[in-house]
T-cell receptor
Framework: AQRVTQPEKLLSVFKGAPVELKCNYSYSGSPELFWYVQYSRQRLQLLLRHISRESIKGFTADLNKGETSFHLKKPFAQEEDSAMYYCALSGHNFNKFYFGSGTKLNVKP | DTGVSQDPRHKITKRGQNVTFRCDPISEHNRLYWYRQTLGQGPEFLTYFQNEAQLEKSRLLSDRFSAERPKGSFSTLEIQRTEQGDSAMYLC???????????????FGAGTRLSVL
């Protein structure tokens, strides 16, 4: 069955510390992986996707098919990174998306 | 274009009543998705349209739920005989299907929060 697991509901780090938000998935085909972010009082928006292989706001994520993971990383967290982060999975035809339950990142000053 | 818009933003209804939500996608987007989100959970897929055709429905979508996209533009989601368990945030997203990194990205609306008393 298709599933996205984000094991941490809350992650608190100090400003300047590295951060890693974990995402593991289960999917029978070739997955498309995404990270979405929701800042306070804002709508859900795309942060990055694995096929782009780019860094957005200092965040990167590498798809590891062997470990079925797509962890989100940033070397130096900033206070403005505090938000809710959702990992999402789709098939190659993007007809259905599966979201994890989200991780709330709290960056302390 | 100001993005995906949803109306109303909040809806309070009594159990047993019917409710209808509207979603206006980004104008050139041919795909439109509906999700439901409850507290502490991520969005759960309900259904999606490509143009006016409804191509996929989740098993979460009971017979009381129906969605339409009559002209391939805006969409409506109707819930009949609402139950307290229907209380949730209902999200709409749209995308443009195709090849390339700018395609197949979902843009979300702000959602309609439904409270069933």
């Amino acid at each position: 069955a298709q599933r996205v697991t984000q094991p941490e509901k809350l992650l608190s780090v100090f400003k300047g510390a590295p951060v890693e938000l974990k995402c593991n998935y289960s999917y029978s085909g070739s997955p498309e992986l995404f990270w979405y972010v929701q800042y306070s009082r804002q709508r859900l928006q795309l942060l990055l996707r694995h096929i782009s292989r780019e860094s957005i706001k200092g965040f990167t994520a590498d798809l590891n098919k062997g470990e079925t993971s797509f962890h989100l990383k940033k070397p130096f967290a900033q206070e403005e990174d505090s938000a809710m982060y959702y990992c999402a999975l789709s098939g190659h035809n993007f007809n259905k998306f599966y979201f994890g339950s989200g991780t709330k990142l709290n960056v302390k000053p | 274009d100001t993005g995906v818009s949803q109306d109303p933003r909040h809806k309070i209804t009594k159990r047993g009543q019917n409710v209808t939500f509207r979603c206006d996608p980004i104008s050139e987007h041919n795909r439109l998705y509906w999700y439901r989100q409850t507290l502490g959970q991520g969005p759960e897929f309900l259904t999606y349209f490509q143009n006016e055709a409804q191509l996929e429905k989740s098993r979460l979508l009971s017979d009381r739920f129906s969605a339409e996209r009559p002209k391939g533009s805006f969409s409506t989601l109707e819930i009949q005989r609402t139950e307290q368990g229907d209380s949730a945030m209902y999200l709409c997203a749209s995308s443009q299907i195709g090849q390339g990194p700018a395609k197949n990205i979902q843009y979300f609306g702000a959602g309609t929060r439904l409270s069933v008393l």
